[in-house]
């Protein structure tokens, strides 16, 4: 099983503010990654894929780097609705696809 | 718009079997161009996979679960369903069910439903 390790557990953040999130794979994964925000009370919402390419109506401030084993999403110009849970999800292995413990975006 | 719906109880008895449906508005789960996954959040933890269901029948199991568990397209009521055995507390969790994104592929899950929380006491 490939372990996703997000880094940090919580970012604190202001508005306007930009955000680096850390995904690291315990083996490459190529660009096999996604990133997904999740909201309380809310399902996860893909805002990545393929480790860089935004899904439909994400905004152009999320953005997502990296290839094998370290990636990055970032959040520039932080607005109040982007303070959520954020995950990465590997799928270059699908049994099982893995997904990152999470890391928390907060003021 | 494609809307996916989960349904099942919300308490289940220890040892006794989980039984989830999802439904889907907007597209069927025998469209041959996606797969259809199961993903549970237990409370205030992060994502675990569960395992991928095709509408030819092929499945993927996440080996952790894989002798308890059964997922599968039912066509004729076209509903997607999750069967888990053997439940204890550590079960306890909500359950989402989700489309694979890209077309052909287990990947990523680009729609999902909004979850159904189901309780195993103690």
């Known amino acids: 099983e490939i372990v996703m390790t997000q880094s940090p557990a919580t970012l604190s953040v202001s508005p306007g503010e930009s955000a680096t999130l850390s995904c690291r794979a315990s083996?490459?994964?190529?660009?096999?990654l996604a990133w997904y925000q999740q909201k309380p009370g809310q399902p996860p919402r893909l805002l990545i894929y393929?480790?860089?390419i935004r899904a439909s109506g994400i905004p152009a401030r999320f953005s997502g780097s990296g290839s094998g084993t370290d990636f990055t999403l970032t959040i520039s110009t932080l607005q109040s609705e982007d303070f959520a849970v954020y995950f990465c999800?590997?799928?270059?292995?699908?049994?099982?696809?893995?997904f990152g413990g999470g890391t928390k975006v907060e003021v | 718009q494609l809307l996916l719906q989960e349904a099942g109880p919300g308490l289940v008895t220890p040892s006794e079997t989980l039984s989830l449906t999802c439904s889907v508005s907007?597209?069927?789960?025998?469209?041959?161009?996606?797969?259809w996954g199961w993903v549970r959040q237990s409370p205030g933890k992060g994502l675990e996979y569960l395992g991928t269901?095709?509408?030819?029948?092929?499945?993927f199991y996440n080996p952790s679960l894989k002798s308890r568990l059964t997922i599968s397209v039912d066509k004729s009521s076209d509903k997607l369903s999750l069967r888990l055995t053997s439940v204890t507390a550590a079960d306890t969790a909500v359950y989402f069910c989700?489309?694979?994104?890209?077309?052909?592929?287990?990947?990523?899950?680009?729609?999902w439903g909004q979850g159904t929380l189901v309780t195993v006491p103690s």
């Open positions: 989700a489309r694979h994104g890209a077309r052909g592929s287990p990947y990523y899950f680009d729609i």
């Open positions: 907007g597209d069927s789960f025998s469209n041959p161009s996606f797969f």
């Open positions: 269901a095709y509408y030819t029948g092929s499945t």
């Open positions: 083996r490459n994964v190529v660009s096999n």
């Open positions: 393929d480790a860089s």
């Open positions: 999800q590997q799928y270059y292995t699908w049994v099982p696809l893995t």
